[in-house]
């Protein structure tokens, strides 16, 4: 029953989806008919669209064609009108712009410059078309005329605004920040830029150098000119100088000559001798003593500071101005003249140290070796500048200005070791003290050990090639071999001095006063390292040699003593008379010697506290012994009854006593 019902319903759903399906195929397939018709239609309407454009095109394309011609014509007359019109312009640019050229661009850069394009075009265009045309004589003078007239107000805009530089301002400025200290301002940078790369465009590159060259050396000239006129200033009178190893003498008396001078070529490499007579303004008038010159205070070295300090000014302000393949060219225009003016006082200054050498001032020649030291300091910037003046002959005469410092260093140094062994002319200290001519030499050595790493390679030098001084053990060697040298020539001069004393015992206190002073000056660590750690053998020579003077001196001092201070076997209690005058015979002797002794040594001088004590104690250990044993074998002996105190003058305590109190004189 219930299979019967479903299947009824199942067929009559499927007879109402089929009704359902019937009526759409009927309802596309009325308008697929409608579609049909419609399509019909529209071919009907194009085609009588498709004969009328056919009919158009045949009756349009002849006005078309002809269109296309009458604007060929009118493009062709129009550019034949800009042609004539142009050629017109060119024609009449002379007289355009002659009333601007011809007047200064001061106030009217931008207009002066827009009317030199207009020439520059103008004669492009006849130098193209028409060479020979008079209007391109016109415009070229026109041309030259603009210009002569801008090269002109670079030059004065250049040097209206270009000033010397205050040095002791410019000093001031830590080197870091010279470089953002501008030197023009930036309109008037603006302006010599644009007329510079104007000028470079026309190649007229020579004359700006010209102009630029001369208004900026001469700001650095002028710059420069105040540092001499500085040292140049009038100073208070001074005391007259004299050399290290000369001494005043009477009139008449005539003046230590030093022999070995006689003769002596005085030129330096690099320097004429004929300069000796001339002075530089930079040369100062430092006394010969030491102490009297201070480190980096030279003129020299101020002025080659404001000229290194000057030149990077320069450097920066070129580089704002001209081109960059303009740079090296004009800095070597404005630097050469600067560069001879400072190459000449180098000169001079040699010559004048040299002149100085030759009358031994040798403590106002240390300045050479702070010059060079400096120099060598600023080598990197010395080279930068002898590559601006690549070409120029000023870069040969730096290099020789160069080798000639060092040259002259070696000098000095060789020269003072030669003069202090032939020295003669000092006066012989009378009480023995150290003598001036050794407080002067290591005073020389201590203020030109200064700068050791200068005295190492100038002695090293044997080629061109200084300002390479970096501390090494070649270096070092050499500066020790140096001092070394000082003190064989003290030590010769010293001992040619000793003799000249009539009391022995005085030229041994002579010599220890003196090597003993030379000791302790070595003694420092900076001497100590560097010279007995290169030469072991010389200060176990100064203590040897030490030792040995100080036994001389003993054995001549106390020789008699030692002598008179014999004990000899007596019978105690029975002595006999030729006995007791012997007895008192050395007694009186060793009074008589010993007040000799103490009288004459009491005005030798020993300024060394530690050499005093000890030369105390040497003489207490020689002679207290023997006059003990002496004085106590003979005192109570009885061999004076009537005048005992003629003959004891003296007890141990006051020989003691007597003992400490020699070696008082005051230096």
């Given amino acids: 029953m219930e299979e019967g019902r479903d299947l009824a319903a199942l067929k009559r759903q499927v007879d109402e989806q089929l009704h359902a399906d019937v009526q759409r195929y009927q309802s596309i397939n009325n308008s697929l008919e409608k579609s049909r018709e419609v399509t019909k239609k529209m071919v009907n309407i194009l085609g009588g669209f498709h004969e009328r454009l056919t009919e158009l095109e045949e009756v349009i394309r002849p006005v078309h064609i002809e269109t296309i011609t009458l604007t060929r014509a009118r493009d062709n007359i129009r550019q034949t009108l800009a042609l004539f019109s142009q050629i017109e312009q060119h024609h009449e640019v002379s007289t355009a712009v002659e009333p601007i050229l011809t007047q200064s661009p001061a106030l009217q850069l931008e207009t002066y410059l827009k009317a030199l ?61 010279i470089a953002g200290v501008p030197v023009l301002s930036q309109d008037v940078l603006d302006t010599l830029r644009r007329i510079a790369n104007w000028l470079a465009a026309a190649e007229r590159t020579r004359e700006i150098t010209k102009s630029y060259a001369k208004v900026r050396s001469g700001v650095v000239t002028a710059t420069l000119a105040s540092v001499i006129d500085h040292q140049s200033a009038p100073k208070e009178a001074k005391a007259p100088r004299m050399s290290m190893f000369v001494t005043a003498t009477p009139k008449g008396a005539g003046g230590l000559k030093r022999q070995t001078s006689v003769g002596r070529k005085t030129t330096v490499r690099g320097v004429s001798s004929t300069s000796l007579d001339e002075k530089s303004a930079l040369d100062t008038d430092t006394e010969n003593r030491p102490g009297a010159y201070t480190k980096n205070s030279h003129p020299f070295i101020t002025y080659t500071r404001v000229l290194l300090r000057l030149l990077r000014r320069e450097a920066l302000l070129a580089a704002h101005v001209v081109r960059g393949d303009l740079v090296a060219g004009v800095l070597r225009s404005v630097l050469g003249p600067v560069m001879d003016a400072y190459i000449s006082q180098g000169e001079l200054l040699l010559a004048g140290i040299t002149k100085r050498i030759l009358v031994q001032q040798y403590f106002t020649c240390i300045c050479i070796f702070d010059m060079i030291a400096y120099m060598s300091s600023k080598r990197a910037e010395f080279e930068k500048m002898i590559m601006y003046l690549d070409g120029h002959d000023c870069a040969d005469r730096f290099t020789k200005l160069l080798y000639s410092f060092a040259d002259l260093a070696k000098r000095v140094l060789t020269d003072f070791t030669a003069d202090v062994a032939s020295e003669s002319g000092r006066k012989l200290p009378v009480d023995g003290t150290v003598h001036e001519t050794t407080t002067t030499a290591l005073s020389f050595v201590s203020h030109v050990f200064e700068y050791a790493e200068v005295v190492g390679n100038v002695l090293l030098t044997k080629r061109d090639g200084i300002l390479n001084l970096e501390t090494t053990p070649e270096s070092t060697r050499a500066t020790a071999k140096w001092i070394a040298s000082v003190l064989d020539a003290l030590d010769a001069h010293l001992t040619k001095t000793a003799r000249l004393y009539e009391q022995p015992a005085l030229s041994c206190i002579f010599m220890l006063n003196n090597f003993d002073y030379i000791l302790r000056f070595l003694g420092t660590a900076s001497f100590k390292e560097t010279l007995f750690g290169q030469d072991t053998q010389m200060e176990s020579y100064l203590k040897d040699a030490m030792a040995n003077y100080r036994q001389e001196y003993l054995d001549i001092t106390w020789r008699h003593v030692k002598e008179v201070l014999v004990i000899e076997d007596y019978h105690e209690g029975n002595i006999t008379k030729k006995e007791k005058e012997t007895i008192k015979e050395r007694y009186s002797a060793f009074n008589d010697e010993f007040d000799r002794i103490i009288a004459e040594q009491q005005a030798f001088s020993v300024p060394s506290e530690g050499l005093r004590k000890s030369l105390r104690a040497d003489n207490a250990n020689l002679l207290m012994p023997l006059f003990k044993r002496f004085d106590m074998h003979y005192r109570h002996s009885g061999f004076t009854t009537k005048n005992p105190q003629k003959y004891l003058r003296f007890t141990p305590d006051e020989v003691q006593e007597k003992l400490e109190n020699i070696f008082e004189a005051v230096v």
């Fill in 117 to 177: 394009e207009t020439v520059k075009t103008a004669l492009e265009y006849f130098e193209e078309h028409n060479p020979g045309h008079p209007e391109k004589q016109i415009l070229t003078r026109l041309q030259n005329t603009g210009h002569d007239f801008l090269e002109r107000e670079f030059f004065q805009v250049l040097e209206r605004h270009s000033f010397a530089v205050d040095v002791d301002e410019l000093l001031a400025l830590p080197n870091e920040t």
